[in-house]
């Protein structure tokens, strides 16, 4: 009996050893579902290298947006001596039967005399309840540009306060400025406030290196009822106008030109120097004209200047990017002066119209002459139209200014601040009746 119980204690001590051997060797195995690992040796260490992808990074992204957003149908370049040339035409007001015989005369004068190689629309072209539809905006504007379609020059426009006034719509009116062969305006970027938001290259001569850059923003119609009671409910918030409820540049759209801006930058390595074209001033105008004797200026204010009463920062932007070291609006007929304030050329160029109030003597466009050498040292001054053969010297297309019945320093001595011999009783918005 006892060898009976000895034989089972033996049995039973190898078999519970045999169970632990086994549930150790089960446990060491690889589990059959899971993916093997290997163990690191000296020659898996380093991990072989990666195939090339084409996957875009974020700055390649942006290059393709840039270089999207920097298309235009016809390529702008400076010529053979190095210069690119702008002429700024301004509040045409035109109407249903378009630019008379006289204005289209002023506008070849212009162009003979200057040679542009870019024609700029500023703002306020169409004012007429008539020009409501596409086929009698595109015969009005093809009387405008005839002449400049004519000589291959290409051309771009902003919008006015004025364009929208009768319920014919931006959006509408510029699929048929698109339509026309040598206009390079472009909607714009979406994202941004209202249309025609946009920036034209200009290259160095036989190179692809962009040289300078031409901006456009729309400026706007008329503050809303709502921004109006809100800002100034008095129709007064500085000493520039009393009248102050014309639009301003949104911040969606000085969001887009800096962001555009930094984009650029990156592209060509380094600031790329350029203008800025829209149709209302900026309160800046005023405190400029306002300390222009410490600045270089020249030309005359012979009415307020009106902007809007809400400043929403777009000369700071420009301040702060340093790319944009002209800018050129219209709006305020009868001004035409130019005041360096900040290392930005702030300039008006006064109507060339003949069916909106004007005077006589200072009739005309602003021209801006760039030098690939020295793209930011930008070259302006205005050229006038339908003057008599006795009138003092004009302007001689060198960027020297000797305006009409000015002084050595830029003001008119005939200047009647506010005044038009051309004008007759103010309208609802402050300004002579249009």
């Not at 700071?316 to 340093?322: F, I, S």
């Amino acid at each position: 009996m006892r060898s009976f119980q000895k034989s089972s204690i033996v049995f039973l001590a190898l078999l519970m050893l045999v169970l632990m051997i086994g549930c150790t060797y089960e446990d060491d195995q690889p589990d059959p579902f899971e993916a093997p690992t290997e163990t690191p040796t000296e020659e898996t260490t380093e991990a072989p290298p990666e195939e090339p992808t084409e996957a875009p990074t974020e700055a390649s992204e942006d290059n393709e947006l840039l270089e999207h957003t920097l298309e235009s149908k016809v390529r702008l370049s400076f010529d053979e001596n190095g210069e690119f040339r702008v002429l700024v035409l301004s509040d045409l007001h035109m109407t249903f039967e378009g630019p008379d015989e006289e204005m289209q005369g002023f506008i070849k004068e212009l162009i003979d005399r200057e040679d542009p190689d870019l024609v700029i629309l500023n703002g306020d072209n169409i004012t007429d309840e008539r020009l409501a539809d596409s086929d009698s905006l595109r015969a009005c504007l093809e009387k405008a540009v005839a002449y400049i379609e004519e000589q291959s020059i290409p051309w771009m426009h902003v919008y006015g306060n004025h364009d929208e006034d009768y319920g014919y719509f931006r959006g509408n009116q510029q699929e048929v400025y698109e339509s026309f062969d040598m206009c390079i305006s472009k909607r714009g970027d979406d994202n941004a406030h209202g249309v025609g938001n946009y920036v034209i290259p200009v290259y160095a001569h036989d190179s692809d290196d962009i040289a300078f850059t031409v901006w456009a923003l729309d400026s706007g119609n008329y503050l809303t009822y709502e921004d109006k009671m809100s800002l100034c409910p008095n129709e007064s918030t500085y000493g520039g106008y009393s009248k102050t409820t014309y639009d301003f540049i949104d911040g969606s759209q000085i969001e887009w030109y800096v962001n555009t801006s930094k984009q650029l930058e990156e592209y060509a390595g380094g600031k790329v120097c350029g203008m800025m074209a829209f149709h209302i001033p900026l309160q800046e105008f005023y405190t400029a004209w306002v300390n222009r004797e410490a600045f270089e200026y020249t030309g005359d204010k012979r009415e307020d200047i009106c902007a809007s009463a809400f400043n929403s920062g777009l000369f700071a932007a420009l301040h702060y990017r340093n790319d944009i070291k002209a800018v050129v609006c219209g709006h305020d007929h009868i001004n035409d002066f130019m005041v360096n304030y900040g290392g930005i050329k702030l300039c008006y160029s006064s109507t060339i119209s003949n069916t909106a109030y004007f005077d006589e003597n200072i009739r005309g466009g602003r021209v801006f002459v760039i030098d690939q050498d020295d793209p930011s040292n930008i070259d302006t001054y205005m050229s006038y139209v339908g003057l008599p053969d006795d009138t003092p010297e004009i302007p001689d297309g060198d960027g020297n200014e000797t305006d009409i019945g000015t002084d050595t320093e830029g003001g008119t001595e005939s200047s009647t601040e506010g005044g038009t011999e051309n004008a007759t009783d103010s309208s609802s918005d402050g300004k002579p009746e249009e």
